[in-house]
């Protein structure tokens, strides 16, 4: 079983309906974060989180807000969606006793908005 | 498949010049991408090197699938981990383990 899960893997929606995005990791990691990819650019920080109580901004967080359900779960929402949010969105976890700090990815969520 | 492979640590004296390496197997030509990690901030992108690019960045070609990132006149502030990403299209991301810099003053 994948360490780091999202849900849905594939959404699509129309303009102004709120969604969100699920993220579930069982690697025990105490950080999380969501990014966002678009074509051609790399991936951009939204909100980072480093403890459950920890909830931060990232470059892009207009938009968005997130909630740190527990350790294990940190979900993305769009209050109200705009076609511009029209991206692939990726969670991602890291443990801060690892020497590198390496994130580790979950397989992404392709959100349309029409 | 794709992989990338980076120097896992590397410790050099304020005021040196560091090359960090990034060499990768790939089935195409990628965006490769280098993001900086600071101790406790997540990650910043620092460039962007696509095939269209590549001659501007010191010694990188993307299509000898061998990008460096070049730090000239390090400072203490440069130490952090420095991660290289490969990019095809919007689908697949590969991700280096990292390089820890460490600049000794």
Redesign the interface.
């Given at each position: 079983d994948a360490d780091v899960t999202q849900t849905p893997r594939n959404r699509i929606t129309k303009t102004g309906k709120r969604i969100m995005l699920e993220c579930s990791q069982t690697k025990g990691h105490d950080r999380m974060y969501w990014y966002r990819q678009d074509p051609g650019l790399g991936l951009r920080l939204i909100y980072y989180s480093f403890d459950v109580k920890d909830i931060n901004k990232g470059e892009i967080s207009d938009g968005y807000s997130v909630s740190r359900q527990a350790q294990a779960k940190f979900s993305l929402s769009l209050e109200s969606a705009i076609p511009n949010q029209t991206a692939l969105y990726f969670c991602a976890t890291s443990d801060r006793q690892r020497v590198t700090n390496e994130q580790f990815f979950g397989p992404g969520t392709r959100l349309t908005v029409l | 498949s794709n992989s990338v492979k980076q120097t896992?640590?590397i410790t050099v004296s304020e005021g040196a010049s560091v090359t960090m390496n990034c060499t990768y197997t790939s089935t195409g030509y990628p965006?490769l991408?280098w993001?900086v990690?600071y101790p406790?901030k997540?990650?910043q992108?620092l460039q962007?090197e696509t095939m269209e690019n590549s001659k501007n960045f010191g010694g990188g070609n993307i299509k000898d699938k061998n990008s460096p990132i070049v730090k000239y006149s390090v400072q203490v502030s440069d130490s952090a981990?420095y991660?290289c990403?490969l990019?095809f299209?919007?689908?697949k991301?590969t991700?280096g383990?990292?390089?820890?810099l460490t600049i000794i003053p």
């Open positions: - | 896992g640590q965006t991408f993001y990690e406790s997540p990650l992108l962007r981990v991660y990403l990019c299209g919007n689908e991301l991700f383990t990292g390089t820890r």
